[in-house]
């Protein structure tokens, strides 16, 4: 499952994304998303589920998944190719 955001009320509604509704302790990713918001850029965020033993491994299907959504909200083609290669899919 992937989940999008957006602290941009315009920008959430106008790509179907979510705002935050964390409020708590943030690591690397909250505090780029915060300067980013400072500095005036709309940015999005994207995330996607990964089982938890599969955490630390390159995830290909997890790629693939991030990707076509991300295709999907911003109209943006991405390449993915060699994930879908490596899951076994053909574009």
Not at 9 to 29: H, I, K, N
Not at 76 to 81: H, P, Q, S
Request: with cysteine; glycine share 12%; aromatic share 4%.
């Amino acid at each position: 499952m992937v989940f999008g955001s957006s602290t941009y009320a315009d920008l959430a509604s106008r790509l179907g994304l979510s705002r935050p509704q964390y409020q708590g302790m943030t690591g690397v990713l909250g505090v780029l998303q915060a300067a980013l918001d400072r500095a005036g850029p709309s940015a999005i965020a994207m995330r996607v589920g990964v089982p938890h033993c599969a955490m630390n491994d390159g995830n290909p299907k997890s790629l693939m998944a991030l990707l076509r959504h991300l295709e999907h909200v911003t109209g943006v083609a991405t390449w993915r190719g060699q994930p879908a290669e490596e899951v076994g899919q053909r574009e």
